[in-house]
């Protein structure tokens, strides 16, 4: 028997990440993998992802974060598992 599980995840990345197409780039990847929930600049230059979804497909959302597209470069990647509660739909840039 196959076991999916579920789960939601909050990533802060800091670095190069705005100005070089990041969200656009996480949110391609989401979209392919049926992620749900936002990617959003902070006002600290980082950028915030929270995301829910199944669980292998979220470690490798956040392999991708850690490295992000060509244009940018990513100091920090801090991950905090969430409990998993169904609350978004689609993956949006905010």
């Keep these: 028997m196959n076991y999916i599980q579920y789960s939601a995840v909050k990533i802060i990345v800091s670095g190069r990440v705005q100005g070089v197409g990041y969200r656009y780039f996480i949110a391609r990847f989401a979209e392919e993998f049926g992620i749900c929930g936002f990617a959003k600049n ?4 980082d950028v915030e992802i929270t995301a829910e979804g199944r669980r292998e497909f979220l470690d490798a959302l956040i392999v991708k974060a850690a490295r992000g597209p060509g244009g940018a470069r990513v100091n920090t990647c801090k991950v905090e598992w969430l409990d998993f509660k169904k609350k978004y739909d689609k993956f949006e840039i905010l």
């Design 42 to 45: 902070l006002f600290t230059g």
